[in-house]
């Protein structure tokens, strides 16, 4: 199974909706058109950036139609899958196979709490109903309240053949680090969560990074990872000292809308968070701009 496409920067790209929250199609077509013309190397459909928390299963499966369309295999397409009931998760999966996606990334479920043994087997569950396609473990602790152990994930690396790796977003180097020592025998391939963390999280062997950013600065994100590869580590560096107050700035703004504030500052058409959730308050807007405007995106 070739998984040589599992590198560089990913965008969660955003789901753009209409004032009624219908996905609107023509803004997400144009979104990919832009994030590919500055570089990205993949996108991720119905990641935690998407909101697929508050769509239904047909409306995933409409914006991924519309997402493997736009893109016509011009960078792969990873479909995320976030629900809590195991069938539920092979059934999205299995969509997404049969769609088209290059890769499938499961969060681990969120509100209840598995032990090890019944994660495993939600996992391996998952995992086995798409033996053809490579899937990706995304831990995600602080947005569902408990990490996945170093133990459950190298006992699946080491054990389902068409695991190709993780998205990490526990924000803890150390973590990540070890998640690529243990299983770096079966190349497993770990990306970063963090968009903090991309810069040092490639020094450490990883293999690209998972990152919002790209969403609305993606010419200053993907030379982080340009710049790695070709060995000018002054230059990614510097391009992560720009990213990252911009970033830290968004911890100000309710998960997840201030990509999609971001994306509409910078002029493009994102529409607004899917209800509960809204745009950020005017204080917080402005400290967005300011930081936006030192980083030179403005």
């Known amino acids: 199974m070739n998984t040589d496409f599992i590198k560089g920067i990913i965008p969660p790209i955003i789901t753009p909706v209409t004032e009624d929250e219908k996905i609107d199609e023509g803004a997400l077509r144009a979104h990919i058109d832009y994030m590919i013309d500055e570089g990205i190397s993949g996108i991720l459909v119905c990641g935690s950036n ?24 011009r960078i792969p397409v990873y479909l995320g899958v976030g629900a809590i009931r195991t069938s539920k998760c092979v059934r999205i999966a299995r969509m997404g196979v049969r769609l088209g996606a290059n890769a499938i990334s499961i969060l681990q479920p969120m509100f209840v709490k598995p032990s090890e043994d019944e994660l495993f087997t939600h996992f391996k569950t998952i995992i086995e109903s798409v033996p053809e396609t490579p899937v990706l473990l995304y831990n995600n602790p602080g947005r569902t309240g408990y990490p996945m152990g170093q133990n459950l994930v190298e006992r699946l690396a080491h054990s389902l053949p068409n695991l190709a790796g993780m998205k990490d977003s526990s924000g803890d180097l150390t973590e990540t680090l070890e998640f690529i020592r243990r299983n ?30 790209a969403n609305y600065m993606p010419e200053l994100v993907c030379p982080i990872y340009e710049k790695f590869v070709e060995g000018d580590l002054t230059g990614a560096l510097e391009a992560q000292f720009i990213l990252n107050p911009i970033r830290l700035a968004t911890d100000g703004s309710t998960f997840p809308v201030a990509t999609k504030d971001c994306v509409n500052i910078r002029g493009r ?29 403005l």
């Open 50 to 73: 998407s909101e697929f928390y508050v769509f239904e299963e047909d409306e995933m499966e409409e914006n991924l139609r519309i997402t493997l369309s736009q893109v016509n295999g």
């Open 184 to 213: 770096r025998d079966v190349k497993f391939k770990v990306l970063v969560g963090k968009d903090t963390l991309i810069y040092p999280g490639l020094v450490c062997g990883a293999a690209g990074a998972v990152c919002s950013t």
């Open 269 to 297: 058409k994102a529409g607004k968070p899917v209800l509960p959730l809204k745009p950020s308050p005017p204080a917080q807007m402005e400290r967005l701009l300011r930081e936006m405007e030192k980083g030179g995106l």
